[in-house]
């Protein structure tokens, strides 16, 4: 077996679960390559045991026949190794070392079972569609896709006009401090913080939600993943702000924005005992009322 681990936490509280992780693989003979500025933090803390590991650096350091991806971090540190992965098909396991964990829905006291789990095989692979800025391959570290969701927002204190299209069909004229398309894995951070909807991870829609409009009617509106969406903003100002997850681009506002759904796919790994109803329960902590 042979896998990854990318992490960008530096902090000695998780060192323990670091060690165990590494520890566990060299017991089970995987081959480990670990992203090269973790591992310099890391190596004068390791314990001796553990043996010298290589390294990789960038997307075209990852070989297409790495079995998994190991994220050490919360669900920003699972977006960032997307980067890494991209349309190799390398399943990717979120080990939970931040707060909410949605993505990286593994805690990192199970790492022992984890691994144990995923010698036996006792895993399943979930696919997630990507929502895409079309026409700009050379933003966003060659990279514009977005597992969570893209944005465009008003780079200074003046709203946005923000003219929005389904497949060449006008749907509104958004007047905000911006947009967001999210994915259905998405719908659960920043959309979900705007007051868009849970979306089922297997429902293949897109969710469009305005960020502050000046119009209190206007609400989030959910469209199938396989429309075409077209975006034209206006603005006092020359420039707007485009995300694509946790990257951030600045964008002549005469520039029109096409976004779609990607032509590959997003790998991600579950434990058998995983289930998506537990997760939201627990994560948003529904039922956390003394009446029950």
């Given at each position: 077996?042979?896998?990854?681990?990318?992490?960008?936490?530096?902090?000695?509280?998780?060192?323990?679960?670091?060690?165990?992780?590494?520890i566990k693989l060299q017991e089970n003979n995987v081959s480990v390559k670990i992203f090269e500025p973790y591992y310099n933090f890391w190596k004068s803390y390791l314990d001796p045991k553990i043996k010298e590991m290589d390294t990789f650096q960038t997307y075209d350091d990852v070989e297409?026949?790495?079995?998994?991806?190991?994220?050490?971090?919360?669900?920003?540190?699972?977006?960032?190794?997307?980067?890494?992965?991209?349309?190799?098909?390398?399943?990717?396991?979120?080990?939970n070392m931040g707060r909410l964990g949605f993505l990286a829905s593994i805690k990192q006291e199970e790492i022992p079972y984890s691994i144990d789990q995923i010698i036996k095989d006792?895993?399943?692979?979930?696919?997630?569609?990507?929502?895409?800025?079309?026409?700009?391959?050379?933003?966003?570290?060659?990279?514009?896709?977005?597992?969570?969701?893209?944005?465009?927002?008003?780079?200074?204190?003046?709203?946005?006009?923000?003219?929005?299209?389904?497949?060449?069909?006008?749907?509104?004229?958004?007047?905000?401090?911006?947009?967001?398309?999210?994915?259905?894995?998405?719908?659960?951070?920043?959309?979900?913080?705007?007051?868009?909807?849970?979306?089922?991870?297997?429902?293949?829609?897109?969710?469009?939600?305005?960020?502050?409009?000046?119009?209190?009617?206007?609400?989030?509106?959910?469209?199938?993943?396989?429309?075409?969406?077209?975006?034209?903003?206006?603005?006092?100002?020359?420039?707007?702000?485009?995300?694509?997850?946790?990257?951030?681009?600045?964008?002549?506002?005469?520039?029109?924005?096409?976004?779609?759904?990607?032509?590959?796919?997003?790998?991600?790994?579950?434990?058998?005992?995983?289930?998506?109803?537990?997760?939201?329960?627990?994560?948003?902590?529904?039922?956390?009322?003394?009446?029950?």
């Amino acid at each position: 077996m042979k896998v990854l681990i990318y992490g960008n936490t530096f902090k000695l509280n998780c060192k323990e679960y670091i060690e165990t992780l590494l520890i566990k693989l060299q017991e089970n003979n995987v081959s480990v390559k670990i992203f090269e500025p973790y591992y310099n933090f890391w190596k004068s803390y390791l314990d001796p045991k553990i043996k010298e590991m290589d390294t990789f650096q960038t997307y075209d350091d990852v070989e297409s026949d790495t079995d998994f991806l190991f994220s050490l971090g919360g669900d920003g540190t699972f977006l960032e190794s997307v980067v890494y992965v991209r349309e190799k098909k390398i399943p990717i396991i979120g080990i939970n070392m931040g707060r909410l964990g949605f993505l990286a829905s593994i805690k990192q006291e199970e790492i022992p079972y984890s691994i144990d789990q995923i010698i036996k095989d006792n895993y399943f692979i979930e696919e997630k569609s990507l929502v895409c800025f079309q026409g700009l391959d050379n933003l966003f570290n060659n990279f514009p896709y977005a597992l969570n969701d893209i944005s465009v927002q008003k780079k200074d204190t003046s709203m946005i006009t923000i003219h929005t299209y389904l497949n060449d069909e006008f749907l509104n004229s958004y007047w905000a401090d911006g947009l967001i398309i999210s994915t259905s894995t998405g719908s659960t951070a920043y959309s979900l913080s705007v007051g868009g909807p849970i979306v089922l991870p297997n429902s293949k829609d897109f969710v469009i939600c305005p960020i502050a409009p000046h119009n209190l009617s206007v609400r989030p509106v959910i469209v199938p993943e396989d429309y075409i969406i077209k975006l034209k903003l206006e603005s006092r100002s020359d420039t707007f702000l485009a995300t694509a997850d946790n990257r951030t681009e600045i964008l002549n506002i005469d520039k029109e924005i096409i976004v779609k759904t990607s032509d590959f796919k997003i790998r991600l790994l579950h434990l058998d005992n995983f289930n998506f109803y537990n997760t939201i329960r627990s994560k948003l902590m529904w039922g956390i009322d003394k009446r029950n």
